[in-house]
């Protein structure tokens, strides 16, 4: 990776935006992320969205849309994220109806034709874990694992968040060096254990469990592409802690 691309994962602020959408979008362009990666777009239409973005010198480098909407608004999202210029659409979750090993298993070849669809349409589908893909097998793989090594990488791309692949107690370095070459987008999510286990605390960028100069360090040698910064809860306003966490960046020397 030649130079770190910072964006944020626009969920972080997913209750800003829906106070002032416009408005919470020119803050992340202010504060200095490079790009935005997507979980709704605030009811505006394609070429208004494109044309806040372009005001502001946004990237619009991703978005997050589940399964059950590229199964039925599909070239509606192709639409979208074309004229936003979009490089990289990902599946962000699964319900849990389809967290179970014959169920995941049975989603696998629907993966490998949905990304070769998007790829058609000159974008790359992206898959998003949490902890359950490492929680459960399929064989001898973790369902994560089972998931890549049965589709193509001209279909199915990685987005790894870190936070949660640590979480599972595994090593994100690890992670990060199996997937080189086929790991474009790198959630950063930082967090601390909850005392006694339970639900995962994330915090800003570089106050919580991950090494994360370690992790950009192993991110670079794998050719990543957008380090993506998330929080999935923020104990003060998104806006400041999404703030907070660019400005630690910037200050160690990665934005």
Not at 107 to 133: C, D, Q, T, W
Not at 191 to 213: H, M
Request: charged share 25%.
């Amino acid at each position: 990776m030649k130079k770190d691309k910072i964006g944020l994962q626009l969920y972080t602020i997913r209750d800003e935006l829906a106070k002032d959408f416009e408005g919470s979008i020119r803050r992340v362009a202010e504060l200095g992320y490079h790009g935005v990666e997507f979980a709704g777009y605030g009811g505006m239409e394609p070429h208004a969205l494109k044309q806040l973005l372009d005001e502001v010198g946004l990237v619009s480098l991703g978005s997050h849309v589940g399964l059950a909407r590229l199964r039925e608004h599909f070239d509606e999202e192709i639409e979208m994220n074309r004229t936003l210029g979009t490089k990289y659409i990902v599946c962000p979750w699964l319900p849990e109806s389809d967290r179970t090993s014959e169920a995941f298993a049975r989603l696998i070849p629907e993966f490998e034709e949905i990304g070769r669809k998007i790829s058609e349409n000159g974008m790359v589908f992206g898959y998003h874990n949490h902890a359950f893909e490492f929680e459960s097998k399929l064989g001898d793989e973790y369902l994560f694992d089972a998931l890549f090594s049965r589709t193509s990488p001209a279909s199915l791309q990685v987005e790894l968040d870190l936070g949660w692949v640590q979480y599972a107690g595994l090593s994100p370095i690890d992670y990060i060096a199996k997937y080189s070459g086929r790991l474009p987008l790198l959630h950063l999510k930082d967090f601390r254990q909850a005392a006694g286990g339970g639900q995962i605390d994330t915090v800003e960028i570089g106050k919580g469990d991950l090494d994360i100069p370690a992790v950009i360090a192993a991110a670079r040698e794998a050719d990543v592409d957008w380090l993506i910064v998330e929080q999935d809860r923020c104990a003060q306003n998104p806006l400041d802690s999404v703030a907070e966490s660019f400005q630690w960046l910037r200050a160690n020397g990665f934005a």
